[in-house]
């Protein structure tokens, strides 16, 4: 916790380190109240730097002894400046040796060493090292690593560590010991420790070169009937990347270890690789159909990462997405792979297209915008963000739009040959992409120097005498903090033009004849602010399909007629765009709703939805020629925050009512194909994760959704009936969900019976929470309360998120109250869970992002709310960043 004045660091500052670290031998005794640590590393004068000084860093930890070349250091030869520890006069070469102690069991930020339920965990991302030990913590100092561990062998059974285990064996007082080498350097970020009592699943695979490695999947004692599935998707992972890109495991054992208390996701360390447990723990009976891809998913993006990320890594931190765009982009192509069909592929993508509007697009517009390679930070936490991470993988995915998938793997063969173990730049791989394909890229590179997302608008004209069919396309982009004026991108736009039947025609796009192979999508090439493609040869005026399989993360505008719309919704080849047409026809009427609702003074009065968007509807939902997991995304309205993207004033209370509105009328209007939907989708049998399964339960669990936005004694009946026969987690959440939503009178006694039943699984009473936090029945003073009952706490992330970031961020309604009372709730814990955990609560703050986009009222209020944080005395720098960019003008 800092009252300093945080520092802003520029990506520009660069310098090389002034040492080289080669070796670094640690030593652990650990104690939850006093742990010592023992640092030996042999470092060298980085002959690329003019520095001449060593520099350490350090954070909450305690200097027992510094030695240089055997001489014990006194005052007079170092100096501490903050977390900088700078020794002047060093030799060329020298063998430090440093002695620290911290306290694992106080420390609540889940950064450096700490303990979780009794056992010790580390998390070094991004500068968590240097609350171990004293070390260059910064990721191009790479150096090889040994670990000597020393604990109590009674409580912590269990000793691992990055790379193989060399030696382990019984030491004095019931202390045992366990020594790790790992024999690929690495930069200090990819250190890890575990001390735990612990199990595992484990098992020999079989590499593709044929050697051998052991996987392991640890856990607590009790969860080894929930690690079936990550194994599975870490086999599946390391096939995966042989297959698709030629690359191997490269160490004898790989680890997964499971822990409660963590902060994301999961982490990557070489060897070792540390996961919040909600992405490793699953079984039908405790996890959704959600929950199991989502751990594929990580499970697949930890694994890819030692290639992107552990075998080549960021020079420095502004890289970030060099390592994390790429590995999303690779964990999204491994899971639509994993599913194998084209609607299968064109699903994932969908949801990826979700998650961009949803959170991306307006993390771009909001306070934090920032490029997907920043220019600055305060705090490097805060920039593992949507844009580092998923609109960082869009950038990737552009360059295999743009060279096809062999010259986009030609690019990724070079990148590996010329930076194997290096730490690179964003340019490098950029670089590797062009040269191997003889590209030239220079433009593409603002993709990533400028934030923002751009607005493509097209225009089109059909020349009946000429046959042509010219497009017009205008990029520009708005202005985001520190960037007033933006330069064109270079943008991929895959476009098929839709004849009268429905049919794709050919097309020659200025001279060029596409779709000889019978593919009938082009990819333009948008390089110019304003630029016209002529199409030859249009024999008939055609509907077009513009940018498709969203080939950029770019708003495109066009003025579509509803009728073209319903032609692409029903006909058209690119699923994406298919979806996508439902979504505009959708949200015109959403966008239209919410200003009726709001004129009306937010009351649902002599509301109408017109048949053409609700026959549309119609069409989609009955047509068994699609698979249902295509149905179902195509018949998801867009979410109340990417309807407020679209707002300059947002009321979120209108916006909610109107969508309400909706679904309830489309809930009773097509009640009878609804009904008939969830009977035809039913799964019985064992349950199976696979796709065809779980894209049958969400259209089955979508149907009785609808059905009880408006609901009857019927539906409710579906409801109950569901979750009283529910045989797996994914149909009786999603029971649950309809009775709390639909205010059911039983509901109250539905959540206590699954309380009752499952309170034994933390991640089951996590959703249990969330579920109620997003309740639009659920005001302050509800979660107030459920913030006293047993099993609420701060300290959790997951708990704290459960609640009270799905509170916030997740229900407009309640969070929004017009009397201000959900601000003064976020100021509250933003607060208290920054004194535990700054990085959780950061996360939190950002829920007050666009609190200039509101209606007047509730601004003053969120303006307050805000002031509130910025005017602590204590406050970390992570919460700090947030909200005075927030405040900022
Ligand atoms: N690399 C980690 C994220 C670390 C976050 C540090 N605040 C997980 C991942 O992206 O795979
Ligand atoms: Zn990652």
Same mark, same amino acid.
């Not at 002959?47 to 520095?51: F, G, H, I």
């Not at 779709?515 to 009938?520: R, S």
């Not at 009952?789 to 300290?795: D, G, I, Q």
């Given at each position: 916790m800092r009252t300093d004045t945080p520092q802003t660091i520029y990506r520009k500052d660069y310098t090389a380190p002034s040492y080289l670290v080669d070796t670094v031998e640690l030593g652990f005794d650990l104690d939850p109240a006093r742990t010592v640590v023992a640092n030996r590393m042999t470092v060298r004068r980085n002959? &690329?730097? &003019?520095?001449r000084e060593i520099e350490l860093y350090g954070e909450d930890i305690e200097l027992v002894t510094l030695r240089l070349n055997g001489r014990t250091l006194g005052e007079g030869d170092y100096v501490i400046e903050g977390t900088l520890l700078r020794i002047p006069n060093a030799p060329e070469e020298a063998t430090l040796e440093i002695e620290t102690i911290c306290v694992p069991e106080s420390n609540t930020t889940l950064s450096g060493l700490y303990t979780s339920n009794g056992s010790f965990y580390t998390q070094c991302e991004a500068e968590g090292f240097r609350r171990i030990t004293y070390f260059p913590d910064r990721p191009d100092v790479m150096a090889r690593f040994t670990v000597m561990l020393r604990a109590d062998k009674d409580k912590y059974p269990v000793l691992l560590s990055n790379g193989n285990l060399i030696e382990e064996g019984d030491l004095d007082n019931g202390r045992h010991y366990a020594l790790w080498e790992d024999p690929f350097k690495k930069p200090s970020y990819l250190f890890a420790l575990v001390a735990a009592r612990l199990v595992c699943q484990e098992e020999n695979f079989e590499l593709a070169d044929g050697r051998t490695a052991l996987l392991q999947v640890w856990v607590e004692e009790g969860n080894l009937d929930k690690t079936d599935y990550a194994m599975q998707s870490l086999k599946h992972s390391i096939r995966w990347d042989e297959e698709r890109w @030629? +690359?191997? +495991? #490269? +160490? #004898?054992r790989f680890m997964i270890v499971a822990v409660g !208390?963590? @902060?994301?996701?999961?982490m990557e360390n070489k060897g070792l690789n540390i996961f919040n447990t909600k992405f490793v723990l699953a079984n039908p009976r405790v996890a959704t159909d959600v929950d199991f891809q989502g751990i594929e998913a990580v499970v697949g993006h930890e694994y890819f990462h030692n290639w992107t990320g552990n075998r080549v890594t960021c020079r420095d931190w502004f890289q970030l997405s060099l390592k994390e765009g790429l590995t999303v982009f690779r964990d999204q192509e491994f899971s639509a792979d994993m599913i194998g069909t084209n609607t299968g592929r064109a699903v994932t993508r969908i949801d990826q297209v979700r998650t961009l509007r949803q959170a991306q697009f307006p993390e771009d517009a909001g306070p934090m915008a920032h490029p997907v390679r920043p220019d600055s930070f305060v705090e490097i936490n805060n920039f593992y963000t949507v844009t580092v991470y998923e609109k960082g993988a869009e950038v990737v995915r552009m360059y295999q739009t743009l060279l096809g998938r062999d010259g986009f793997r030609k690019g990724m063969d070079l990148y590996f040959q010329r930076h194997d173990e290096q730490a690179v730049t964003c340019d490098d791989f950029r670089l590797a992409m062009a040269d191997a394909n003889g590209r030239d890229l220079t433009q593409f590179e603002r993709w990533y120097s400028q934030a923002g997302t751009p607005v493509v608008q097209a225009e089109t004209r059909w020349d009946e005498q000429a046959q042509t069919y010219t497009l017009r396309l205008v990029q520009s982009c708005p202005p985001t903090p520190g960037q007033a004026e933006k330069l064109p991108f270079h943008i991929p736009v895959a476009i098929g033009l839709l004849g009268r039947d429905g049919r794709d025609l050919p097309l020659t796009v200025d001279g060029k004849v596409h779709?000889? !192979?019978?593919?009938?999508t082009a990819v333009l090439e948008l390089t110019e602010a304003d630029q016209t493609f002529v199409f030859t040869g249009v024999t008939e005026q055609p509907t077009p399909s513009i940018l498709r399989d969203f080939s950029a993360p770019v708003i495109l505008k066009h003025g579509y007629s509803d009728a073209e719309l319903v032609h692409l919704f029903s006909h058209d080849s690119d699923p994406v765009n298919r979806w996508e047409a439902g979504q505009r026809l959708a949200m015109s009427r959403l966008l239209k709703l919410a200003g009726q609702v709001a004129a009306a003074g937010n009351v649902v009065d002599r509301l109408d939805l017109d048949d053409t968007f609700v026959d549309a509807m119609r069409k989609i939902l009955v047509d068994d020629t699609l698979d249902p997991s295509f149905r179902e995304q195509a018949l998801l309205l867009p979410t109340e925050s990417m309807i407020a993207d679209q707002l300059d004033v947002v009321d979120p209370l209108a916006i909610h009512l109107a969508r309400q509105f909706v679904r309830a009328d489309i809930g009773a209007r097509l009640r009878t194909e609804l009904l008939a939907q969830y009977d035809a989708n039913q799964t019985p049998g064992e349950y199976s994760p696979d796709a065809e399964s779980i894209g049958k339960r969400a259209l089955k669990n979508l149907a009785l959704a609808y059905l009880n936005a408006a609901p009857d004694e019927a539906s409710l009946a579906l409801a109950q009936k569901q979750f009283d026969g529910a045989t797996n987690m994914t149909d009786r959440v999603a029971a649950l969900s309809a009775l709390v939503h639909a205010r059911a009178p039983a509901a109250a006694d539905a959540l206590q019976r699954f309380y009752d039943e499952f309170q034994g699984e933390a991640l089951v009473v996590d959703k249990w929470f969330a579920m109620q936090a997003a309740a639009p029945t659920t005001d302050v003073a509800r979660v107030r309360e459920l913030m006293t009952?047993?099993?609420?706490? +701060?300290?959790n992330p997951n708990r704290a998120r459960s609640l009270v970031s799905t509170f916030c961020a997740g229900n407009a309604v309640g969070f929004h109250a017009p009397d201000g009372s959900g601000y003064g709730f976020w100021a509250e814990q933003v607060i208290a869970l920054d004194a535990l955990n700054p990085q959780v609560a950061s996360r939190l703050a950002r829920a007050m992002d666009r609190w200039r986009r509101y209606t007047p009222d509730l601004q003053a209020h969120m303006k307050r709310a805000l002031q509130q944080v910025a005017g602590q005395a204590k406050l970390s720098n992570d919460v700090r960043e947030v909200v005075s960019k927030a405040l900022a003008n």
């Open positions: 002959p &690329a730097s &003019a520095q @030629n +690359l191997e +495991l #490269d +160490l #004898d !208390d963590f @902060n994301m996701g999961a779709g000889k !192979d019978g593919a009938t009952h047993k099993a609420f706490t +701060l300290r």
